[in-house]
């Protein structure tokens, strides 16, 4: 650790202090300079490129586990507590995550029971879809984005953005879902209360579908903790450290976060760090 202190400052402070200072002889520092790295040493050497290539492919957002198990995947052998060594001495750190969402203002009809109760797991896909809104803000004004989420492979199946915040807005997102898997015998469709979800369009465009609604408690966010996640997810990783001129940036930057990056490349905790695409593609060949 000294001779590491003392080759990593000697272009600020002369050598001779620095060996004085830590009782090290300089033909001893000559000698550790010169001697060959150990073979731990140059496999640390090529962990550290690759680490350093999952890390920014995930634009900067993936923690040691994530990067471990991208580590893993190109072939490596190693553990989580190396990579998180080599990630700290790097100085690779993930983006802190944000919290806090704007409220919904609109007025509510009647809203539909609890049937999803926190079952955030589902056996096959088209099972259950859950669903949610949250606003971007731009020097042009708020954008609102929905999403629906199949809890099968946490994939976002349907999408919206729109300048206003209307039922059509979380409509068009299920009309997508609809049109991308196909109609369902027996779909769930969980969301808040939201008045956008209670409006009688909505609630038609669902009836016309065959879809069983469901709705969270009153207050309680815990009820769709997996829409939660995601949009969490979203904010962290791409777009709360961003600043957007106009809404057609924001609208291109969450459409690239959702369609190139979540569904098809981050890895998910919950499906054994595959991404939502790749853990499809497996369960049609299970």
């Given amino acids: 650790m000294r001779f590491a202190f003392i080759a990593k400052h000697r272009n600020i402070w002369p050598v001779a202090w620095l060996c004085?200072?830590?009782?090290?002889?300089?033909?001893?520092?000559r000698a550790w300079l010169n001697?060959?790295?150990?073979?731990?040493?140059?496999?640390?050497?090529?962990?550290?490129?690759?680490i350093d290539r999952s890390f920014k492919s995930s634009d900067r957002t993936y923690g040691?586990?994530?990067?471990?198990?991208?580590v893993l995947a190109e072939g490596f052998s190693c553990g989580l507590h190396r990579v998180e060594r080599i990630?700290?001495?790097?100085?690779?750190?993930?983006?802190?995550?944000?919290?806090?969402?704007?409220?919904?203002?609109?007025?509510?009809?009647?809203?539909?029971?609890?049937?999803l109760d926190r079952a955030f797991e589902a056996s096959a896909p088209n099972q259950k879809w859950v669903a949610d809104f949250t606003y971007i803000w731009t020097a042009e004004g708020w954008l609102y984005v929905t999403a629906v989420v199949?809890?099968?492979s946490r994939r976002v199946v349907g999408w919206a953005m729109k300048a206003?915040?209307?039922?059509?807005?979380?409509?068009?997102?299920?009309?997508?879902?609809?049109?991308?898997?196909?109609?369902?015998?027996?779909l769930l469709h969980h969301s808040d209360q939201g008045s956008q979800y209670t409006s009688e369009r909505f609630q038609g465009l669902m009836a016309d579908h065959g879809i069983?609604?469901?709705?969270?408690?009153?207050?309680?966010?815990?009820?769709?903790?997996?829409?939660?996640?995601?949009?969490?997810?979203?904010k962290t990783e791409r777009t709360?450290?961003?600043?957007?001129?106009?809404?057609?940036?924001?609208?291109?930057?969450?459409?690239?976060y959702i369609e190139r990056f979540y569904n098809r490349r981050r890895r998910h905790s919950t499906l054994g760090y595959l991404s939502p695409v790749e853990f499809e593609q497996r369960a049609k060949l299970a």
């Fill in 20 to 29: 004085d200072a830590l009782d090290i002889s300089r033909s001893g520092l």
């Fill in 35 to 50: 001697r060959s790295p150990s073979a731990h040493a140059r496999h640390d050497d090529v962990l550290a490129t690759a």
């Fill in 64 to 70: 040691a586990r994530r990067v471990w198990h991208d």
């Fill in 87 to 115: 990630m700290r001495e790097h100085g690779l750190r993930a983006r802190p995550r944000r919290r806090g969402l704007p409220k919904d203002v609109g007025v509510r009809a009647a809203a539909s029971d609890n049937l």
């Fill in 150 to 152: 199949d809890l099968f």
């Fill in 164 to 186: 206003e915040m209307t039922a059509q807005l979380v409509a068009d997102a299920l009309i997508m879902a609809v049109w991308r898997r196909g109609k369902t015998d027996s």
């Fill in 212 to 234: 069983t609604c469901s709705m969270s408690r009153s207050g309680n966010v815990w009820d769709n903790a997996a829409m939660e996640s995601f949009f969490s997810s979203q």
């Fill in 240 to 256: 709360a450290r961003k600043v957007y001129r106009m809404r057609d940036d924001a609208r291109a930057d969450v459409f690239d």
